[in-house]
């Protein structure tokens, strides 16, 4: 599953900085549903934003701990399950609430 981030920042009347972790556009290059729209978007954005900058390494950084901290190899058994839970919304994963509530009504 991809998963692609935008981060708009107002810079106070100068316009507004466009952050995301896709990669820059390239022609020819294949690309998921979820990196196509963000394309489109981030086309739209190339009109009325100060500045994009593709391939955020911060971007980057937290979309792995995120990811980390779901892993039980990784960060996993360290937090608690309402960490994970707050952490799988934040991904857009959706709740592990909602797929147990569901288990225990049949």
């Keep these: ?11 106070f009347g100068k316009g507004v900085a466009v952050q995301t972790n896709a990669a820059a556009p390239c022609a020819g290059r294949p ?6 729209l963000a394309m489109d978007l981030l086309r ?10 593709y391939a955020s390494d911060a971007l980057s950084s937290t979309n792995q701990l995120l990811r980390d901290l779901l892993d039980p ?34």
């Excluded at 599953?1 to 810079?11: I, K, P």
Aim: charged share 20%.
């Design 44 to 53: 739209l954005c190339r009109h009325e934003a100060m500045r994009i900058e």
């Design 31 to 36: 690309c998921t549903p979820a990196e196509a």
């Design 1 to 11: 599953m991809t998963t692609v981030t935008l981060v708009l920042t107002d810079l």
């Design 73 to 106: 190899e990784e960060l996993g058994h360290a937090v608690t399950p309402e960490v994970r839970e707050r952490v799988r919304i934040c991904l857009g994963m959706g709740s592990a609430q909602s797929h147990l509530a569901g288990l225990s009504q049949s």
